[in-house]
């Protein structure tokens, strides 16, 4: 079986992280991935072609960029691919086309946040090629419900091709490089009692760490050695700096901005936090739960399929500051931190492992493409 992934870009995020630990994990001479990327960020691509996969550079210096769409064409013309699996809403609507001028004959998208997080126009036109997929896979139930509830606002309705497959990690592994780190290499001050919080994301409006540097300004006043560190990238690093910096929180707030590894921050925090407005089924919750770390996030679709309130962390409501800095608070206790980590760790291995995502993936393949044959 030759699968093609599509994705707008290779940089460690979620989507990208997915892909690579699924070709990371898969170890079956009869299957092999090629990965073409339409935008410049590359961070991955030595990691990927590490694990076995093919890369393909498009070169799209702006989004649908003619040439870039005519390199991808011809690439799916010159080459005799069983299956294009394309992610996130920009790939999908180049590649579903593509993929049908080129006679490829499955086409698959996975959709990896609701519909809300995405611009008006990209969500127009992937809703208007979708019909061209065999298959619509959502990360989560509430990605799936909420690209129902957007149908039935246009007075339409999801079409029988849509599975749910639960984003996953390769828990172990994962768990192992954690506990390998050293989290003294980051050369931070930090006093012994304090409470290390931790946030990985990219810098965009969807995961609104503002909100969480203002909850971090409340739990100072209770926590006065608290230390949150705000690891990523992205458009907003700048604002987000420029918000610590008028909380007065310099000293207690560190935008790390891109890092080389997470491993050490994981290996450093005793909480991982999150203030996401959306998300789909976050690949950093399930790290932290790997790292036996426990979560406090928003109650929004898709996490509260990944943090259960009470037992693995805690879920505040969004944009809910006050609320926010109130379960941080309760989460500084340490026997607390250790029994939701526990259970959280539990959690991640028994429904968030890689190879149940992997198998889930397959059986979907298999099953279209011998749909495929028996109608040819």
């Not at 909420?146 to 849509?162: E, M, T, V």
């Not at 749910?164 to 390769?170: E, L, P, Q, R, V």
């Not at 949150?228 to 207690?252: A, H, M, N, S, Y």
Request: with cysteine.
């Amino acid at each position: 079986m030759d699968v093609c992934y599509l994705i707008n870009q290779l940089a460690p995020g979620g989507a990208p992280t997915l892909l690579l630990d699924i070709v990371r994990t898969i170890d079956d001479p009869d299957i092999s991935f090629t990965v073409c990327y339409l935008e410049g960020d590359d961070t991955l691509v030595t990691d990927l072609k590490d694990a076995g996969a093919t890369i393909v550079d498009l070169e799209a210096t702006f989004k649908f960029d003619p040439r870039a769409l005519w390199r991808l064409l011809r690439f799916l013309r010159s080459n005799d691919f069983d299956i294009l699996h394309a992610h996130l809403p920009y790939s999908q609507t180049v590649g579903r086309v593509a993929a049908r001028l080129s006679g490829i004959d499955v086409v698959v998208s996975t959709q990896h946040n609701v519909p809300e997080n995405y611009h008006p126009i990209t969500r127009s036109l992937e809703r208007a090629t979708r019909p061209l997929d065999d298959a619509t896979v959502a990360v989560s139930t509430g990605v799936e419900r909420a690209f129902r509830d957007a149908a039935h606002r246009f007075n339409g309705a999801l079409d029988d091709g849509w599975c749910t497959i639960y984003n996953g990690i390769d828990v172990e592994a994962f768990g192992s490089a954690v506990e390998a780190a050293d989290p003294e290499s980051l050369t931070v001050d930090i006093d012994d009692n304090a409470t290390v919080y931790l946030n990985i994301s990219r810098y965009v409006p969807a995961k609104d760490q503002e909100t969480l540097v203002d909850a971090m300004a409340a739990v100072v006043d209770q926590e006065p050695n608290a230390r949150l560190f705000i690891v990523g990238w992205g458009p907003q690093e700048g604002q987000l700096r420029d918000r610590v910096r008028q909380r007065g929180l310099d000293d207690v707030v560190t935008v790390t901005g891109r890092v080389p590894s997470v491993h050490e921050y994981y290996a450093l925090a005793d909480v991982f936090v999150s203030s996401s407005v959306f998300e789909g089924l976050p690949i950093a919750h399930l790290e932290a739960m790997a790292a036996r770390l426990p979560v406090v996030a928003t109650d929004i679709p898709g996490v509260d399929e990944v943090v259960v309130d009470g037992e693995t962390g805690r879920l505040v409501p969004p944009e809910a500051p006050d609320a926010l800095a109130s379960a941080m608070c309760e989460l500084a206790d340490a026997d607390r931190q250790a029994a939701f980590g526990r259970a959280g760790h539990q959690r991640v291995k028994d429904e968030f492992d890689i190879e149940t995502t992997i198998e889930a993936h397959l059986q979907l393949y298999e099953s279209l493409c011998s749909r495929q044959r028996s109608v040819q």
